[in-house]
C-alpha cells in the first residue's frame, strides 16, 4: 500500500467536477489535437486550473490568487490564460522555443529550460505542475523530483502523464503502439509520408501507470502524497488505479498529486499530525 496518514481519508474537493460528463467531454475533444489544438489544449487548461485551484484550496485553504504556478513543459499560452483567470502568477519552463510559440501564442516571462534540471532555486513556488508532459522526456521521475525540488514547504505539486498501454499512449500513432512504438512510428510514416510528430525514442517514452505508483511510493519522508487517481474518468471509477494490469490499459492519464511538508523552526520537516492542515488526505478508491 501506499504511505498514507493515520486519518480517515477525505474525498479531494476536485472528486465532484469528475463526473462522467467532464470524462466524455475530455476524451472526446483528443481527436482535435492535431488538426484543432484550441480544443484541445484549452478543455485541457481549463480542467488543469480547475484541479490545482481545488487541491490547493483542500491544502492550504486559498484560492490560487497571487501564487506562483510553475508549469513546466507548459508549451503554448492555453494554460497562462486559464490560471490568469484563478488569479496564479503563472510560469511556464519549456525546453522547446517551438512549443512555446505553438498556435501563435506567447507567453510573457516564459523559461527555456529542461524540466530534468529546471532552472530554479529549492522552495521557490508555491505550486509546480506538469500536465501531459512526462511521456515526453527520457527521465521522467527525476524531473518529478525536480518539481519536488522547487516546490514550496507546505506548496502543491501535480504530476500528470499519459500512461502508454492506455488508449492514447501512442498519441497520434495509436493503436498501434501496442504493437511497439517502433513499429507504430514506421506504419506512421508509410501512411502518412511524414514522422509523426511525437517520435518513439525520441520525444516519446513508454511511462507506465505502475511506475508512478513506484514513485508515489517511495518518496522521501518530507514528501506527503495527497492522491492518486486516472484523470479522466469519473470519481466513481477511480479504484482502477488499484489493480494491476487493468490500470495499464485503462487509465489513459494517471494524477499523482504531492506536497512538501512544512519545515519546524529549526528548518527540519514537521512530523506526521493529523492536525496540520491537508492532513485530511489519504489513500482510497474515491
Not at 492514447?168 to 511497439?180: A, D, N, S
Not at 517520435?199 to 519522508?221: H, I, Q, Y
Amino acid at each position: 500500500m501506499l504511505r498514507a496518514e493515520q486519518t480517515t481519508p477525505r474525498r479531494p474537493r476536485f472528486a465532484r467536477r469528475a463526473t462522467l460528463r467532464r470524462s466524455l467531454r475530455l476524451l472526446g475533444s483528443f481527436r482535435f489535437e492535431q488538426s484543432d489544438p484550441a480544443v484541445f489544449y484549452g478543455g485541457v487548461a481549463a480542467d488543469t486550473a480547475d484541479l490545482v485551484s481545488d487541491f490547493y484550496r483542500d491544502l492550504t485553504g486559498d484560492s490560487l490568487r497571487g501564487a506562483i504556478v510553475l508549469d513546466v513543459g507548459g508549451g503554448p499560452g492555453y494554460f497562462a490564460d486559464e490560471f490568469g483567470r484563478a488569479g496564479a502568477r503563472y510560469l511556464p519552463v519549456e525546453p522547446d522555443p517551438s512549443e512555446m510559440h505553438a498556435a501563435g501564442l506567447r507567453v510573457a516571462g516564459a523559461v527555456r529550460g529542461s524540466g530534468m534540471a529546471l532552472p530554479f532555486r529549492d522552495d521557490a513556488v508555491e505550486v509546480c505542475i506538469s500536465s501531459n508532459v512526462a511521456e515526453h522526456v527520457p527521465h521522467p521521475w527525476v524531473m518529478a523530483g525536480e518539481m519536488l525540488r522547487v516546490t514550496k514547504p507546505g506548496g502543491l505539486m501535480v504530476f500528470s502523464y499519459t500512461v502508454w498501454h492506455g488508449p492514447f499512449g501512442g498519441h497520434e500513432t495509436g493503436p498501434w503502439h501496442y504493437l511497439g512504438g517502433e513499429y507504430a512510428a514506421r506504419r506512421y510514416r508509410r501512411k502518412h509520408g511524414r514522422e509523426p510528430k511525437n517520435r518513439f525514442g525520441r520525444s516519446l517514452f513508454a511511462v507506465r501507470a505502475a511506475e508512478g505508483l513506484r514513485w508515489a511510493r517511495e518518496t522521501p519522508d518530507d514528501i506527503r502524497i495527497l492522491a492518486v487517481f486516472p484523470r479522466y474518468h469519473p470519481h466513481w471509477a477511480w479504484w482502477v488505479v488499484h489493480v494491476p494490469v487493468l490500470r495499464e490499459l485503462l487509465v489513459s492519464n494517471l494524477v499523482v498529486v504531492a506536497t512538501k511538508r512544512p519545515r519546524s523552526a529549526y528548518g527540519e520537516s514537521t512530523p506526521p499530525d493529523a492536525t496540520q492542515r491537508g492532513a485530511r488526505f489519504g489513500f482510497a478508491p474515491w
